[in-house]
Structures are given as structure tokens and as C-alpha cells.
């Protein structure tokens, strides 16, 4: 299957990742339908940020995953879905769990079963390396142990195995993607690196909750060619990839990485409200990328101060949409 004129859907295209996935498919030549969440505003999200001619070739279908008639509607037709549309933040979870497992699990689940009966080629699942809880070894491969360490990792391990079932069950050809901590342009200040780039760029102090924590940091376009290569790959059907750089950093020591790139003095602060309960807190992930390689010809291409310092120019020409005074989550 070639990506040039392939109909698509991407759910949650109005997300970080998403958006980044939408402009590089319509840029590769896929036609591409995406579903955004409804909401009155009409606002289909980072969407909006796409140069003019990528969101003229686009059709949007805005509605919500909880919705079987919708997604049904939405998946006729196509040939591959990129399914990333779920709420993806933890400390949200703890909040409102019930929200975060309904989109996640009722979504995912009606996802699977309009593509199983619109006969689609392929389902990418997006996953998490949330799903893997702290290391119980390093690097963590697919064969890792799951531990639900949060609702959010919850909602997505019960998505994983529905994609895994779907597959067994019905010959649906699913692959599913585990992203580890993807970053860059167009990420929200719910998530760490924005949040320490905005405060690093506006404050004298960066606030942070636990700085002990390690995790691997993969750029958006490396995590974007990854789902694309999952989508169109051949012989991939049944199979679970991490994308991941394979190395990590404390969240401590990236802060500092990041406020010397900003190039400011500013000193890193203890916040205690941003502490996650502690049998909560992941305290590892590094990724064992060695499948992707081998599966999807795969590797991170961004390094990560490059990364960091295409992230902080991005954000730094953008700063009203961030608020660095505030804890988003």
C-alpha cells in the first residue's frame, strides 16, 4: 500500500501529535480525513496551525469518539486510521477517571469496530510507554511487564488489549505504536518541556515537582515517521513498537539542559503541588527501540538538544499561548 492518494482517517487531529501527523501525510500525498473533537466554537484545535495549503486539502469531521454513529461515519471509506484521539493527561485522571476511560476505552473500542466492519487495511493503535509503569529493566522492551500505575495508564493498557483482541478475533490488521515522551513545536504546557521553556523564557524561576524521575525523549517528526511507517508497512499486523530514542534524562537534568539553552539565569524550585501521588510516579522509561528499527527500518533522526532548541525558538515566538504562571494539567 502506497501513502500517495491513500484515504486516511486520523483521530484526535487536533492534537499535538496529531496535527504534526495530519500535515506530514498530506504533504506525502494521502488524502486525509480528520476527526476532531465537536465542540460550538468550531475550533478544530492545532489544526489551525497548518500552512494554508495542507488545511485546504484537508476534511474535518468534528463529533466525539464516544459516539459509534460518528466514528462509523467518519472511518467509511478509508483504508488506513491512525487512531491517537484519547485524553492523555495524568494528573486529569486522577481528577475525573471516569472521563479519561470512557474516551479512552469506549473510543478505542468503537474505532475498532467500524474499521473491523468498513474492512480497513490497517488500524495504527497509539499506546504509551505510560502502560509499562516505572522499569522493572532497562531498556524496556515490548515484552515489558504492564502496570497501571495511573487511571490514565489504565485506560490505555484496556485500549491495547481491546486492539490486541480485535485483531485475534476478527483479523483486523492492527499495529500498535508505544510513543515514549514525544516533544516539540505545538505541545501545551500541560506537558514538562513546554512548561520549563515558558517559565525559562518569562520568570527567574522555574517550578518543578520531582526532578528524580527519568524519561526518553523522542522529537515529533521521529515519533510522526514512526506511525507513518506503522501504517503502511508491510507484514506489521499483531504487532506492538516502542518509539522511543533509547536514552534518558532526569527530568531535573532537563531543566537545566534547557534553561542553558534559553540562555538566561534562572533557578530551578520544588513545587509540591505538582508532586504525583508516590505509588503514581514513573520513575524510569527508556526505551529498547530495537524492533522498530528491525520492523519499520526506524531511528530517531532529532538529537536532543536539537530538539530542545527547535522547541524553545517555536515556543518563544508564541509565548501568549502558554501561561507560565499557572500549573496546566
Known amino acids: ?29 494521502a488524502k486525509v480525513r480528520c476527526f476532531v473533537c465537536y465542540n460550538s466554537r468550531n475550533d478544530p484545535g492545532l489544526l489551525k496551525m497548518l500552512p ?14 464516544t459516539s459509534p454513529e460518528a466514528v462509523r461515519e467518519a472511518v467509511e471509506g478509508t483504508e488506513v486510521v491512525f487512531h491517537l484521539g484519547a485524553i492523555i493527561s495524568i494528573p486529569y485522571s486522577y481528577a475525573h477517571p471516569r472521563d479519561v476511560l470512557e474516551a479512552n476505552v469506549q473510543g478505542t473500542l468503537n474505532v475498532l469496530l467500524a474499521a473491523r466492519d468498513a474492512r480497513v487495511d490497517r488500524v495504527v493503535h497509539t499506546s504509551t510507554s505510560e502502560v509499562y509503569g516505572s522499569a522493572q529493566y532497562v531498556p524496556i522492551d515490548e515484552k515489558h511487564p504492564l502496570c497501571a500505575q ?11 488489549k481491546i486492539a490486541e483482541s480485535f485483531g485475534r478475533s476478527y483479523g483486523l490488521g492492527v499495529v500498535t ?6 516533544y516539540g513545536p505545538r505541545q501545551s504546557d500541560r506537558a514538562v518541556i513546554p512548561t520549563i521553556i515558558a517559565q525559562a523564557l518569562t520568570g527567574d524561576e522555574v517550578y518543578l515537582g520531582a526532578t528524580h524521575p527519568r524519561r526518553d525523549l523522542t522529537y515529533v517528526s521521529d515519533t510522526v515517521a514512526g506511525l507513518i511507517a506503522a501504517g503502511y508497512g508491510e507484514d506489521l499486523e499483531g504487532q506492538t513498537i516502542n518509539l522511543g530514542s533509547g536514552q534518558d534524562i532526569s527530568i531535573g537534568d532537563l531543566g537545566h539542559r534547557i534553561i542553558d539553552l534559553v540562555g538566561r539565569d534562572v533557578e530551578l524550585v520544588f513545587d509540591a503541588t505538582r ?17 522498530a528499527a528491525e520492523l519499520l527500518g526506524w ?5 536532543l538538544d536539537e530538539g530542545l532548541q527547535l522547541t ?5 515566538n508564541r509565548l501568549p499561548l502558554y501561561s507560565p504562571d499557572d500549573y496546566v494539567f
Open 1 to 29: 500500500m502506497n501513502i500517495d492518494s491513500s484515504v486516511v482517517l486520523v483521530t484526535g487531529a487536533g492534537g499535538f501529535i496529531g496535527s504534526h501527523l495530519v500535515e506530514e501525510l498530506a504533504r506525502q500525498g
Open 52 to 65: 494554508y495549503e495542507v488545511r485546504e486539502s484537508l476534511e474535518i469531521v468534528m463529533a466525539d469518539l
Open 150 to 160: 495511573s487511571p490514565y495508564s489504565a485506560s490505555k493498557i484496556a485500549a491495547d
Open 177 to 182: 505504536v508505544r510513543p515514549f515522551n514525544t
Open 275 to 291: 508532586i504525583r501521588p508516590q505509588a503514581s510516579e514513573v520513575q524510569q522509561l527508556l526505551a529498547d527501540n530495537s524492533k
Open 299 to 303: 531511528q530517531p533522526q532529532i538529537e
Open 312 to 316: 524553545i525558538d517555536w515556543i518563544s
